[in-house]
């Protein structure tokens, strides 16, 4: 492993526009306009640094393996994969939501065995073995909101930011599982093998997340 050279995996779509301002105040740039191209690694300012920018969801795989030293990615995804295979220095409070449950409008309640849709099974798995509710788990992979419109579900598990899709659904927010943000993330043995190098860019990236609270 060529200690000098590190490889950062971000999470493309609305976190990518938030993090980019991040890593410039670290002094981190891509070479080009990474919005405009569909290239999926790129270069950067510094000649040892490369940008990779896939799906969230395969952001904890790349680190823990690591093929990336460093990632980018929501806390939600980062509790559906689990965490164990890597470290989580640091909370950079962008892209903030929360994961909750949320049921039609005035659903009357029910006894017995709950259907909850979600693409977070692990999650709901997790938050309903929790409170001792016995559930019926059905993946989707989005437009879960739909779900207990068509009868597939009596309640979801989903991202809520301003909670407006859930209304336009018919659909309201109830229990807060998590509160959500992107985190960086750090492969274990990179972490070792290339302390200083990462040391400096998260001492960097702190700062970074500090100053723009502070404005
Ligand atoms: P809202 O209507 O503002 O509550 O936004 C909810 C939808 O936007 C969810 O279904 C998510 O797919 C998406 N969303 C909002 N915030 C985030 C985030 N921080 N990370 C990922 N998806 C999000």
């Known amino acids: 492993m060529n200690t000098n050279q590190l490889v950062i995996a971000l999470t493309k779509g609305r976190i990518l526009e938030e993090v980019l301002p991040l890593f410039e105040q670290a002094n981190i740039v891509p070479s080009e306009d990474i919005s405009k191209s569909r290239k999926l690694i790129f270069d950067t300012n510094l000649s040892n640094v490369k940008i990779m920018v896939i799906r969230g969801s395969d952001v904890p795989t790349y680190v823990e393996f690591g093929s990336a030293d460093i990632g980018v990615v929501g806390k939600d995804l980062i ?7 890597f470290y989580e220095p640091l909370d950079l409070k962008i892209a903030e939501c929360r994961i909750m449950t949320a049921e ?3 659903a009357p309640v029910r006894s017995g065995r709950l259907k909850v849709a979600t693409k977070f099974t692990n999650i709901a798995k997790q938050y ?3 409170q001792g509710q016995q559930i019926e ?6 437009a879960l909101e739909l779900a207990p419109a068509m009868g ?16 336009a659904n018919g ?8 509160h959500i943000s992107s985190r960086v ?3 274990k043995a990179s972490m070792k093998i290339k302390n200083s190098i990462i040391r400096d860019m998260l ?4 700062k970074a997340v500090d100053d723009k609270i502070q404005d």
Do not use: C, Q, W, Y
């Not at 788990?137 to 989005?142: A, Y």
């Not at 979801?156 to 209304?167: E, P, Q, R, S």
């Not at 001492?203 to 702190?206: A, Q, V």
């Open 185 to 187: 993330i750090v492969n």
């Open 137 to 142: 788990l059905i993946k989707l992979n989005g």
């Open 152 to 167: 597939l579900a009596d309640s979801i598990v989903d991202i809520v930011d301003t909670g407006k899709t859930l209304k």
């Open 79 to 85: 509790m559906e994969h689990g965490s164990e295979g």
């Open 203 to 206: 001492r960097k990236l702190n």
């Open 104 to 106: 039609p409008v005035k």
């Open 171 to 178: 659909l309201e927010a109830k229990e807060v599982i998590a």
């Open 128 to 130: 309903f073995a929790e």
